[in-house]
């Protein structure tokens, strides 16, 4: 058994959720921040066992797509000018994926 852990954009977080529970995985969705840009973004958790796990990555491989974004000036959440004070574009997801072994899981 695996948990995926796929940090996902929101503008992607439901199409890529729904495409994963259409083709029979259980997916939890947690509203979770980046704390780079300090927006939010979506956090899927994906219980399945050790062969299906491809097929998920697949899936939100195919769903989740990069983006440029802005790096706001932190002053604007009132940290004061730092390093990151100069607006500058990033490159944000597709998705990032961490795959966990589960040495049990029990449904009650
Ligand atoms: P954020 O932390 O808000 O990061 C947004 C994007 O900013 C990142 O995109 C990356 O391009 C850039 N970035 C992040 N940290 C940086 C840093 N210290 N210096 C320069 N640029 C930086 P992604 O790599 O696609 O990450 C998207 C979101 O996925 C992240 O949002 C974070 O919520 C999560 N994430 C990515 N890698 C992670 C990791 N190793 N551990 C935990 N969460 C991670």
Redesign the pocket.
Known sequence: MKLIFA?VNNDDSTVASSALTDAGFAVTRLS?T??????G?TTLLIGTDDDKTQVAIDILRHHCTTRKKMNPSTASFGSGLKNHSIPEE????GA?VFVLSVDQTEKF
């Open positions: 940090i979770t980046g704390g780079f840009l300090m927006v973004n990033v490159t944000v997801g990032t």
